[in-house]
């Protein structure tokens, strides 16, 4: 089980050269002011979806902040989202905490969700034993 | 419970289930079932079904390969046709409809 905090911005892909990726990278970062200089664009493919997962990698998304950035650095991907046909997606995923998705779609902000951890009420049934300690037995799991 | 015999108690036992603690092993088996049943309720859960994916290939993306795309310099797009040359050969997943 993934214990790692981690976040980035998915989408489908499609015809978008590498220059055009990085110059849009960069005018993201520059909305955000943060600094471009030492910054690279990570990209990984999730097979076989043809997803395509992009992440900084920066002195602004070391350690504690390689999830909790993304929760309010949405520019690259309403820039994206300009440029593409299908959304892009912002998540954060922060196993001690919260997850969060946010949607964009040519340029707007078309959905999004965020689960606080500590705020989860459990189902009726299995999970429903468990209520009083949601928090215990999610950190439990998620360490599997 | 607790257990009657010729007009005297018996016995009987009680549990009280917020003291409850789940065991490892099989009870563990049924609690990880239900955290994965879960999960798939949650943020990257629907967005997991939305990309047409499990939840568990996003959790695990750290452990993807990355191919790094400074922004000093020029982009190297010979590496870049190298990432679209793979997802060439795999077989795109239908899309579906944000929630």
Do not use: C
Request: charged share 30%.
């Amino acid at each position: 089980m993934a214990s790692t905090a981690h976040g980035g911005y998915l989408f489908r892909l499609e015809r978008l050269s590498a220059s055009r990726l990085t110059a849009l990278a960069k005018e993201a970062l520059v909305l955000e002011r943060e600094q471009i200089p030492g910054s690279s664009i990570l990209v990984s493919l999730v097979h076989p979806a043809r997803i395509v997962r992009l992440a900084y990698r920066a002195r602004f998304t070391e350690r504690s902040n390689r999830a909790r950035w993304y929760l309010t650095h949405h520019a690259l991907a309403r820039l994206l989202s300009s440029d593409l046909s299908s959304a892009v997606h912002v998540y954060a995923l922060d196993p001690e905490e919260l997850e969060e998705v946010t949607s964009y779609g040519k340029g707007r902000r078309v959905g999004g969700e965020r689960l606080e951890y500590d705020q989860l009420e459990l189902p009726e049934g299995e999970g429903g034993d468990l209520r009083s300690t949601s928090m215990r037995w999610i950190r439990r799991n998620w360490r599997k | 419970m607790t257990s009657y015999g010729k007009g005297r108690r018996v016995g009987g036992e009680r549990l009280e289930y917020d003291q409850l603690e789940l065991p490892e092993g099989e009870g563990g088996d049924l609690s990880d079932a239900a955290f994965n049943r879960e999960k798939q309720r949650w943020p990257l859960g629907h967005l997991a079904r939305i990309l047409g994916v499990e939840r568990r290939l996003l959790e695990s993306i750290p452990e993807l390969p990355k191919l790094p795309l400074s922004l000093d310099e020029a982009a190297p797009a010979s590496a870049w046709d190298v990432l679209f040359r793979q997802a060439s050969r795999t077989s795109p997943v239908p899309r579906r409809s944000l929630p």
